[in-house]
């Protein structure tokens, strides 16, 4: 390149970054919802310089308790890691977190078997409150004074056109319209820009909304009198029973968090026939005896809280004529299976960054390269989640799926840095995609499967000779689905 032409290319680079330097200090940019991704993606904006105002329409969950039934702890891992060393609260986050080493699986009897998430000792997930973290990446978005966060305020659309959204105050039920350079959706799977998009006319809005036949409700090991814990504080306790399960994450005040998943009508008991706390202890002493031991609060816990829905939402395009955005659960809301919601939604943010780190043009560019290159993920994740319901409520109990998981908790003992199961790929490999994590998963998966069955391998041969058939097995069926355009 010539000294001439190089010099015009710098003039170039230097004018496009004041340019976006400009467009910062001056953009004004709406986020509609100040949950987990809301209020991280206005930290970060934050970080960045935008003027960013943000209304979410529950209370301020600092001064008031308003989790009502939905979790109040969930599994934070690696993929959510990075987002907060990304605005630099690592440390404040882990402050929450209580590690979780591995599924502790409960059978009938009351016996327990500790299965590790990974061979590797430092890999883990964490149990973290959900309103704790909520409430810190608040406090941390409102630090700057070009953020702020109004509470009691609904969404009930958006004009995508004039970039407008219309609010109603749950006090005074006023209505008034923000107007914005750009608005962002962070308001979860019941998204008020989402359901803009969908009842628009104006463009191509591809939806679908996907229930499963389970439900779920929220239950509570209580601490002991001395704030201890009732059962052992590091696992995700898992009570598998084929067509449902219960489980529990631990909290810091020594309580758990319990979840039952049960189909609302199918089955000898369901949500539609645990009508009286007789058949609803009946049910507990039958399936969950150790469980019930331990939360003589059950009767009242289950009649109090509500029973909800398990969904996926599935949707295109996340943007719209460069002004508006979904993100997170409004874009692609999943069940709980593979503890990555909040995850998601965090890398959602991290991957944002990166494509506002590319300074292009104008939003419409920004929105596009980001939904291009995130939305084969989230879709895939999805996936996975529905995968491991299944996997969690029936294969973790079965015994060639238990030989598996021991050939692959072996395999990343031995072979730390050549081999990961699908989970470790999914929840610990955070510098890969999901889609790319679920391919080479799956193939893994049925290749131990196939040769378990077979009896080509078992859990007592050599492991270098496992890695080997492992591997060569793996990319055959990878490049069978290659051949077949699945990927």
Known sequence: MSPRAQSRGQIRSRLRSTRQNTMKKQENILIIGAGLCGSLLALRLGQRGYNVTVYEMRPDLRTTDISAGRSINLAFSDRGNKAMKLVGIEDKVKALCIPMNGRMIHDKEGNTFLSNYSGRDYEYINSISRGELNGLLLTEAEKHDNVTIHFNKKCNSVDFEKTTALFQDYNSKEEFIEDADCIIAADGAGSALRKSYYLSHK?????????????????????????????????????????????????????????????????????????????????????????????????????????????????????????????????????????????????????????????????????????????????????????????????????????????????????????????????????????????????????????????????????????????????????????????
């Open 203 to 487: 463009f191509l809005f591809s939806f679908s909304q996907e229930y499963l036949s389970h439900g779920y409700k929220e239950l509570t090991f209580l601490p002991k009198e001395d704030g201890g814990y009732k059962t052992y504080k590091n696992a995700l306790h898992i009570w598998p029973r084929s067509s449902f399960m219960l489980i529990a994450l631990p909290n810091l005040d020594g309580s758990f968090t319990v979840t039952l998943f049960l189909s609302y009508n199918e089955g000898e008991y369901n949500f539609n026939n645990l009508t009286t706390p007789e058949i609803v202890t009946e049910f507990f002493q039958k399936e969950f005896p150790d469980a019930l031991e331990i939360m003589p609060n059950l009767v009242d816990d289950f009649f109090e809280n509500p029973t909800a829905a398990l969904g996926t939402v599935k949707c295109s395009p996340w943007h719209y004529k460069g002004n508006t955005l979904l993100m997170g659960d409004s874009a692609h809301a999943i069940v709980p299976f593979y503890g990555q919601g909040m995850n998601a939604s965090f890398e959602d943010v991290v991957e944002f960054d990166k494509v506002l780190d590319q300074n292009l043009d104008n939003w419409e560019a920004t929105f596009e390269a980001y939904e291009k290159n995130r939305k084969k993920d989230t879709d895939a994740i999805a996936d996975l989640a529905i995968d491991n319901f299944h996997e969690m409520k029936g294969h973790v109990a079965n015994p060639i799926f238990q030989e598996k998981r021991k050939i692959e908790m072996a395999l990343e003992k031995e072979f730390p840095n050549q081999y990961s199961s699908k989970y470790s790929l999914v929840t610990f490999n955070e510098n890969i995609g999901y889609r790319e994590a679920m391919l080479k998963g799956r193939a893994q998966d049925k290749a131990i499967l196939n040769m378990l069955t077979d009896n080509i391998m078992s859990s007592d041969d050599d492991l270098k000779d496992i890695l080997d058939k492992v591997n060569v097995e793996t990319e055959a069926i990878l490049e069978d689905d290659r051949i077949a355009g699945l990927h």
